[in-house]
T-cell receptor, first 116, second 111 residues
Framework: NAGVTQTPKFQVLKTGQSMTLQCAQD?????MSWYRQDPGMGLRLIHY???????DQGEVPNGYNVSRSTTEDFPLRLLSAAPSQTSVYFC???????????????FGQGTRLTVV | QQQVKQSPQSLIVQKGGISIINCAYE??????FPWYQQFPGKGPALLIA?????SEKKEGRFTISFNKSAKQFSLHIMDSQPGDSATYFC??????????FGSGTRLSIRP
């Protein structure tokens, strides 16, 4: 059981480049989300999805796009990378969120992105 | 808008001592309060969680104390060990909203 798998683990981009961070989970979880972690800022929600075909914005969505075509995959796309997007990105999944069924979130190992 | 405030930002505790991390929230709709532990180079992992119908939850050396009227909750680590050195995040969640994380506390346990 692999859990939540993120690729790549490290990435360096030039300003203006685009790329996709991959996230896959094998636990059949409905809820998936993307966070960025910056020093002193904690984990900030970028985008989330409550199921295949459904996505919504989080706290800091600007400059990022997501899609959820399958239950397993939730890629995060950087449209035109900026130095302000230098961060560590985490993907998480959980069985369900909402309807009084708050449950544990399972995180991937993270992607460390540097934009120069 | 920061809905969950966590303190301190960093904490150094001697081995065997008690580590205490505090969090405060604003939204009274929150009904689930987890703590996550993160080791360097790893993703956060659930450590312990509490719901507001109880004032305390204990799992081994880890205890959450919850004060609903003050909208505050804290993590206590008894007999702190060097292996507890990590970053700890409190969080607040609700049925109708998204989980919100605190800013994190970097805990170092000195041998």
């Amino acid at each position: 059981n692999a859990g939540v798998t993120q690729t790549p683990k490290f990435q360096v981009l030039k300003t203006g480049q685009s790329m996709t961070l991959q996230c896959a989970q094998d636990m059949n979880h409905e809820y998936m989300s993307w966070y960025r972690q910056d020093p002193g800022m904690g984990l900030r929600l970028i985008h989330y999805s409550v199921g295949a075909g459904i996505t919504d914005q989080g706290e800091v969505p600007n400059g990022y796009n997501v899609s959820r075509s399958t239950t397993e995959d939730f890629p995060l796309r950087l449209l035109s990378a900026a130095p302000s997007q230098t961060s560590v990105y985490f993907c998480a999944s959980s069985p369900r969120q909402g309807l009084g069924m708050n449950t544990e979130a399972f995180f991937g190992q993270g992607t460390r992105l540097t934009v120069v | 808008q920061q809905q969950v405030k966590q303190s301190p930002q960093s904490l150094i505790v001697q081995k065997g001592g008690i580590s205490i991390i505090n969090c405060a929230y604003e939204n009274t709709a929150f009904d689930y309060f987890p703590w996550y532990q993160q080791f360097p180079g790893k993703g956060p992992a659930l450590l312990i969680a509490i719901r507001p119908d109880v004032s305390e939850k204990k799992e081994g050396r880890f205890t959450i104390s919850f004060n609903k009227s003050a909208k505050q909750f804290s993590l206590h680590i008894m007999d702190s060990q060097p292996g507890d050195s990590a970053t700890y995040f409190c969080a607040a969640d609700s049925s109708a909203s998204k989980i919100i994380f605190g800013s994190g506390t970097r805990l170092s346990i000195r041998p």
